[in-house]
Nanobody, 122 residues
C-alpha cells in the first residue's frame, strides 16, 4: 500500500483546510487509517483515526470538535477536515494505515505517506 497526502498550506488562525490521503492497493474493512502530525522539535503525535469498514472514529483531545476524519471507500481516500485552526496546529501532517484496527499508537501503523505541511499564522 502506498499513501499520498496532500492539501497542506498556509492559513490564518480560525481558517480551515482539508487534507486528503490517496491510497493505492487494497484496504481491508478491518484496517484503520489515521492522521498524525509532527511539529518542529516535537515528537510525532496522534491526531485522528478511523476504522475503514465501520467508519468508527477517534480523536486526540486538542482537535476534537474542530477536526473531522472521514473516508471515501470507493476512492480509497482518507480526509481530514480541519476547522478553527490554531497556530499550535502548525505541523507536518502524515497519513498512515494499520492492519491492527483503529489505534492511536504510531508504532501500530505499518504504512506511512509523506507528510504535508500545515502552517497556521496568528
Amino acid at each position: 500500500v502506498q499513501l499520498q497526502a496532500s492539501g497542506g498550506g498556509l492559513v490564518q488562525a480560525g481558517g480551515s483546510l482539508r487534507l486528503s490521503c490517496a491510497a493505492s492497493g487494497r484496504i481491508y474493512s478491518s484496517s484503520g487509517m489515521g492522521w498524525f502530525r509532527q511539529a518542529p522539535g516535537k515528537d510525532r503525535e496522534f491526531v485522528a483515526a478511523i476504522r475503514w469498514g465501520r467508519g468508527t472514529t477517534a480523536y486526540e483531545g486538542h482537535v476534537r470538535g474542530r477536526f473531522t476524519i472521514t473516508r471515501e471507500k470507493g476512492q480509497n481516500t482518507l480526509y481530514l477536515q480541519m476547522n478553527d485552526l490554531k497556530p499550535e496546529d502548525t505541523a507536518v501532517y502524515f497519513c498512515a494505515l494499520t492492519r491492527a484496527g483503529m489505534t492511536n499508537r504510531a508504532a501500530d501503523y505499518a504504512y506511512w505517506g509523506r507528510g504535508t505541511l500545515v502552517t497556521v499564522s496568528s
